[in-house]
């Protein structure tokens, strides 16, 4: 594969010396070292270029003999060795172009005025790999970078790339040099693989460093994880040990640079032998491995070759008949160094000199070249030397058979905007990630529920939480939820605000039924009892106690039974008005006859003694005085109220959780309770009246049941109170309905059934005789 960008460099010579729009008259040549990888090799392969020393060491700005008329080289070993070469060569303003190291500060014209490049800076190959991470949606990833300053810088920009879209890195490791030996390291990148529940890897680092990855792959038993592999390691370049497998990055994703084919590249290839070079100290080494036999020396351990050979070998992988993307680089490189000197020649023709083209003028050419080579793209540089170039995303597909292949499944382009487009029906996922293709810490949460992060973690782990009483979310992986308007509530998802559900005593409940059929139940039965006094009214029974008050008592209960139903339904203006008051008036009514047939019992005994001054009030004046004279003053402190501050509807959102309670507001408190209080009051005078009356001797003493009524009466109502207090929404409703009915049915009860009883079941005691006798 290597040798393969060196057959690449000599075929874009060797094409650019037969065209003749390029160059004309002028060939270019070619002087190759072997850096071999060390900082030591590069500085003497460097001295060696730019001296021309005939003695066995090169001396810098030392000329001896022929000039070398050098104007650029084309290198790309290694970032580390790019750096060094860049700032040597900087000083002699020899024009440097790399066609593989992609290191951000070879950007910097102030450092490196001099550099270019045919591969894009690496910040685009960053950003090309957060997009992927973004595409996918795979916000919770590890990274492992080689040990170096490039891999250094890689894992601290992808992960400010990351952090900006809200996704986070659960580890970061840095891979050792393939040489070195660092255990601790090694163990470390294993308990990580181990232990991260993130299904995606970012792998940062060519062959070398990924060659240890490989070794700790093969001695070790990690989970099955997807790669996002860098530019940096090809799938092609293969590995020296047939042991280690690829299957691992079976399903992986890889970032890579386009790989074109100049269309005469293959043919240009096929005649390539030891013959036709025979000064290419690097061929017979590339026979034997291609071929496993030795082209010339008959006195090896190995055969002799045939000699009809050609560099492509069908069973050599690491041989392709098409460029790689590094052989295409080196192709844009050569190329644009020939054309920087066509532009020098055709336009500045002043800026030569006798013996060539001066290095340092070749430069300002450089920078400012545009053409298309023979693929059709178009070569120029950027202001930074930097070749904008679009990222390839290839899916590897590894067999059983340890065969790959390399799947363009999609593409990055920087320009005119970062831009991924992605094919994801053609990528071929591991077995292994088929199920899931998601790569996060914790599931997203759904509309309803909000973010709770965990304490001391990454932000991309948390728990999700269910929205508060009142709030939604409506989003997925929502930080808080959003408070309902008031007049809404959350849906049982907690998703969406819907009205609130308006809830009231009605006849549609069951509670709202039942309390209105009671209702009309005890009207008819108060009828029925009114029925049974009007046809017996001629008998003692009913006569006693003043028959007149009876009858308005039972017709003030039926009222009282009646207006309970007020109090079911909607509230509206005027039914809030109706009833407090209705109730306050009728309930007067019926406790002031009850305190005038009290009063006329009474009177009525006490007026027996000659010397009584009652007897002057003994009559029925006496008792609808009484009556009316207190159902009056409920009367006054009802208008008023209603002058003053009235009941009115009103929808209360407080008292029950999301509903709104349609209620009536009783306007003023200090009111509805004085009409509570005056009813009590006469209620206790009655009851106070009644139980001092209980024994007074009479054939029908009514007292003793007026007694009890206005016990059951002032219980029922004291109890009332703190109920009511501590009711909230339709209840507070029920239970002021409860305790007219059950009051208003003590009266008629107390009073008015042992009446029925002696009529329908006891007629012999309703006779004058009979009362007489007792």
Request: proline share 4%.
């Amino acid at each position: 594969m290597h040798y393969q960008n060196l057959v690449a460099f000599i075929f874009a010579i060797s094409e650019i010396n037969q065209n003749i729009e390029i160059l004309p008259n002028i060939t270019l040549g070619f002087y190759m070292v072997d850096l071999c990888l060390t900082e030591q090799q590069a500085v003497k392969g460097m001295t060696g270029m730019i001296s021309t020393s005939t003695s066995s060491r090169s001396i810098p700005n030392y000329h001896c003999g022929l000039s070398s008329n050098l104007v650029g080289f084309v290198e790309g070993v290694s970032s580390k060795l790019t750096l060094l070469l860049a700032r040597m060569f900087g000083i002699y303003r020899i024009p440097q172009i790399s066609y593989s190291s992609m290191d951000p500060i070879l950007s910097d014209k102030v450092q490196f005025p001099y550099f270019y490049r045919t591969v894009p800076n690496d910040f685009i190959q960053y950003k090309a790999i957060v997009s992927l991470m973004k595409y996918f949606g795979w916000s919770w990833v590890g990274i492992l970078v080689a040990d170096n300053e490039s891999g250094l810088m890689a894992s601290q920009e992808i992960q400010r790339g990351l952090s900006e879209h809200g996704y986070c890195v659960d580890f970061i490791e840095f891979l050792p040099y393939r040489s070195s030996l660092d255990y601790s390291k090694e163990a470390r990148i294993v308990y990580s693989l181990s232990t991260t529940s993130a299904n995606v890897i970012i792998i940062y680092g060519d062959h070398n460093y990924i060659f240890r990855l490989q070794i700790i792959l093969y001695m070790n038993t990690i989970p099955s994880k997807i790669w996002i592999i860098s530019c940096q390691w090809s799938l092609s370049e293969g590995t020296e040990y047939e042991f280690l497998s690829f299957a691992p990055f079976n399903g992986s994703l890889a970032i890579s640079l386009p790989a074109k084919t100049s269309p005469n590249f293959e043919d240009f290839s096929k005649n390539i032998n030891p013959d036709t070079y025979p000064n290419d100290v690097f061929i017979e080494n590339v026979w034997w491995q291609l071929y496993d036999c030795n082209y010339r020396s008959k006195h090896s351990f190995t055969d002799l070759c045939i000699g009809n050979e050609t560099i492509y070998n069908p069973e050599n992988v690491n041989i392709h008949k098409s460029m790689t993307h590094y052989s295409y680089s080196i192709y844009n490189a050569v190329y644009a160094l020939a054309h920087a000197l066509h532009l020098m020649t055709s336009q500045k023709k002043e800026d030569l000199v006798e013996n060539g083209f001066p290095a340092w003028k070749v430069h300002k050419y450089l920078k400012n070249i545009n053409f298309t080579n023979s693929v059709g793209d178009d070569i120029l540089f950027d202001e930074n030397g930097d070749m904008n170039s679009n990222f390839d995303i290839l899916n590897w597909a590894v067999y059983p058979n340890q065969t790959y292949n390399a799947i363009k499944v999609g593409q990055f382009h920087q320009r005119p905007s970062p831009n991924l487009v992605i094919n994801a029906e053609k990528i071929r996922w591991s077995k292994h990630f088929l199920q899931s293709q998601r790569s996060v810490c914790s599931e997203s949460c759904t509309p309803g529920y909000r973010k709770s992060h965990r304490e001391s973690q990454p932000s991309c782990c948390y728990d999700c939480v269910p929205c508060a009483e009142g709030e939604i979310s409506n989003g997925t992986d929502t930080e808080t939820c959003t408070k309902c308007p008031e007049r809404l509530w959350p849906n049982m998802n907690r998703d969406l605000c819907i009205p609130k559900e308006i809830t009231y005593l009605s006849y549609e409940d069951i509670l709202g039924m039942s309390l209105a059929v009671v209702s009309v139940f005890l009207f008819l039965l108060t009828c029925l009892v009114t029925m049974i006094l009007m046809k017996h009214r001629n008998t003692p029974v009913v006569k006693a106690n003043n028959r007149s008050l009876s009858f308005i008592l039972l017709i003030s209960l039926k009222m009282c039974f009646l207006c309970s139903l007020i109090f079911i339904g909607y509230p509206h203006k005027v039914t809030c008005i109706l009833r407090q008051t209705v109730f306050g008036i009728t309930f007067s009514i019926s406790v002031s006859a009850i305190l005038a047939k009290t009063v006329t019992v009474v009177i009525a005994f006490n007026a027996t003694n000659p010397r009584s001054r009652l007897k002057h009030w003994v009559g029925t004046r006496t008792s609808y005085s009484v009556l009316l004279i207190c159902s009056s003053m409920q009367m006054i402190i009802c208008v008023i109220w209603l002058g003053c501050s009235p009941p009115f509807p009103q929808d209360n959102m407080q008292d029950e959780v999301g509903k709104i309670v349609a209620e009536c507001n009783d306007g003023s408190q200090v009111a509805f309770y004085s009409v509570l209080g005056y009813m009590g009051s006469l209620s206790f005078v009655s009851f106070l009246i009644a139980f001092l009356a209980r024994n007074l001797p009479d054939v029908f003493n009514e007292a003793k049941y007026i007694t009890f009524s206005m016990l059951v009466f002032c219980s029922v109502w004291i109890s009332f109170i703190p109920a009511y207090l501590s009711s909230k929404g339709k209840y507070v409703v029920a239970m002021e309905i409860f305790a007219i009915l059950a009051s208003s049915f003590g009266l008629l009860g107390c009073i008015f059934i042992p009446k029925c009883y002696v009529i329908l079941i006891r007629p012999e005691m309703n006779t004058k005789v009979s009362m007489v006798t007792r």
